[in-house]
T-cell receptor, first 110, second 115 residues
Framework: SQTIHQWPATLVQPVGSPLSLECTVE??????LYWYRQAAGRGLQLLFY??????ISSEVPQNLSASRPQDRQFILSSKKLLLSDSGFYLCAAGQGAQAFFGQGTRLTVV | KQEVTQIPAALSVPEGENLVLNCSFT??????LQWFRQDPGKGLTSLLL?????REQTSGRLNASLDKSSGRSTLYIAASQPGDSATYLC??????????????FGKGTKLSVKP
């Protein structure tokens, strides 16, 4: 079965600092990969998804970016964090089958 | 652009009651639909997956139906238990190159089952 690794579990960063969240997947090859943000009271917002290495689709314009340097690695980045970037970030993997989620990273921008 | 709506936003029921959660989506050109469960501060756990060609899926006390043409899905929970208390999320898989593309979520229904 698939396992999604996300780290760190919690992160506190100052406004204007860079961000790099990493997600790796085990137990499958060529999965679709997803980054979501869950803000309080706003549900799960799809930020990026990828159907293959180097293929990134952005769902929401923002100051975040994503990259997929390897088949089972998905990275969420920002050059300068905003207060509004605070939230719970979830990585997921799936392809026409049940999607599996990591345990998430709670990011607080101060 | 696909939009997914879940009603009610919150539901409180006594233990043992049967209940139905609703999900609707605006674009019927979907690849699949999934129901998830999320406990507070945790990631998501997949409950049921319905492919676009299917009408329903069952797992234990859970039954999910899909009516693609009307853009609706329901999650039926039989004989609810306090351990079922969680937020239930519906997610619609879009089509990309003949396979699944994006995965769009509703805002969820927060279920509380009282002992």
């Amino acid at each position: 079965s698939q396992t999604i690794h996300q780290w760190p579990a919690t992160l506190v960063q100052p406004v204007g600092s860079p961000l790099s969240l990493e997600c790796t997947v085990e137990g499958t090859s060529n999965p679709n990969l997803y980054w979501y943000r869950q803000a309080a009271g706003r549900g799960l917002q799809l930020l990026f998804y990828s159907v293959g290495i180097g293929q990134i689709s952005s769902e929401v314009p923002q100051n975040l970016s994503a990259s997929r340097p390897q088949d089972r690695q998905f990275i969420l980045s920002s050059k300068k964090l905003l207060l509004s970037d605070s939230g719970f970030y979830l990585c997921a993997a799936g392809q026409g089958a049940q999607a599996f989620f990591g345990q998430g990273t709670r990011l607080t921008v101060v | 652009k696909q939009e997914v709506t879940q009603i009610p936003a919150a539901l409180s029921v006594p233990e043992g009651e049967n209940l139905v959660l609703n999900c609707s989506f605006t674009d019927s050109a979907i690849y699949n639909l999934q129901w998830f469960r999320q406990d507070p501060g945790k990631g998501l756990t997949s409950l049921l997956l319905i492919q676009s060609s299917q009408r329903e899926q069952t797992s234990g006390r859970l039954n999910a139906s899909l009516d693609k043409s009307s853009g609706r899905s329901t999650l039926y929970i039989a004989a609810s238990q306090p351990g079922d208390s969680a937020t239930y999320l519906c997610a619609v898989g879009g089509i990309y190159g003949g396979s699944q593309g994006n995965l769009i979520f509703g805002k969820g229904t927060k279920l509380s089952v009282k002992p």
